[in-house]
């Protein structure tokens, strides 16, 4: 099993940045990736950004230039960087796990979410 403690989310107002962070412990996998999935209300769950361990990232399209994923392997911790927020980034934001062991089996594991609200 693999557990994910998230961090950051809050009340901005447009024009402003918030930092999310998400640290993964537990049973993990040496093939992985970390990222961030938003859900507004009424909507389905998107992809906001994702990062495998050593490899390139991926973003939405509608949050480039604005957002910015890293992670810190060393803590297995990943971050996600908003900045220039807007009212449609209004959300609960999700880190996910992503891994896969020798076998190729596959899992998949999420955070509890965390509330980003952007006034206008």
């Known amino acids: 099993q693999v557990q994910l403690v998230e961090s950051g989310g809050g009340l901005v107002q447009a024009g402003g940045s918030l930092r999310l962070s998400c640290a993964a412990s537990?049973?993990?996998?040496?093939?992985?990736?970390m990222g961030w999935y938003r859900q507004a209300p009424g909507k389905q769950r998107e992809l906001v950004a994702t990062m495998p361990d050593g490899g390139s990232t991926n973003y939405a399209d509608s949050v480039k230039g604005r957002f910015t994923i890293s992670r810190d392997s060393a803590k297995n911790t990943v971050y996600l960087q908003m900045n220039n927020l807007k009212p449609e980034d209004t959300a609960v934001y999700y880190c996910?796990?992503?891994?896969?062991?020798?076998?190729?089996?596959?899992?998949?594991?999420w955070g509890q979410g965390t509330q980003v609200t952007v006034s206008s």
């Open positions: 996910n796990y992503y891994g896969r062991n020798w076998k190729g089996h596959e899992y998949n594991y």
């Open positions: 537990g049973s993990l996998f040496s093939t992985n990736a």
